[in-house]
């Protein structure tokens, strides 16, 4: 295992699971979307980076969406939509210039009925649904070479992540080698 830097101690966490679990389930992702990068193993997309600064520009916004008076409704997470910049073609299935992403969306609940508070507090009981809204852009973070429709009304789709490959751990334990050809998967325990 990596040696990390000094941190904090880290209170108990929900939600989390262990390592081996993590490997094995991003092992299985690489293996099933390696079958659209046969030429190149080096392409296949482990992850997706989303800078915290973009995380907390969201929450802030989720925020004022809760805390207005007149609102019906209650920010309680995103939602991220894998993505391809350009259209896959059966005789080159994932070309230089094609990259995966992902697009976020805020997602909310109804307010809660009762009139209790649940801001930010998902509820398994309730459908979600995507906030997709007109939005005056204030400009485009990432790095260019990303295909835009320019002139085209802005909505509330954010487009803030960066792909790996490109932006990778390379010696994360989670970034791992892919099966080799003739190798069978490992069985899973879970």
Not at 81 to 99: T, W
């Amino acid at each position: 295992m990596k040696q990390l830097p000094p941190l904090p101690l880290i209170p108990p966490q929900q939600d989390v699971i262990s390592l081996d679990e993590a490997m094995d389930r991003t092992r299985n992702w690489r293996n099933a979307i390696n079958s659209l990068f046969p030429t190149d193993e080096t392409k296949v997309p482990h992850a997706i980076f989303i800078p915290l600064e973009d995380i907390m520009e969201l929450r802030n916004l989720a925020t004022d969406i809760n805390n207005y008076p007149e609102s019906t409704i209650n920010v309680v997470g995103v939602r991220a939509y894998f993505s391809l910049n350009e259209p896959i073609v059966p005789s080159a299935p994932f070309s230089e210039g094609n990259q995966l992403d992902a697009l976020l969306v805020l997602v909310y609940q109804a307010k809660n009925p009762t009139g209790e508070n649940n801001e930010f507090h998902f509820n398994s009981d309730l459908e979600t649904k995507d906030l997709v809204a007109p939005v005056a852009s204030a400009g485009n973070k990432k790095p260019k070479g990303k295909k835009r429709h320019d002139g085209a009304e802005t909505y509330t789709i954010y487009d803030i992540t960066r792909p790996c490959p490109n932006l990778c751990d390379t010696e994360s334990e989670l970034f791992g080698p892919l099966l080799s050809h003739g190798s069978k998967p490992k069985e899973n325990k879970h």
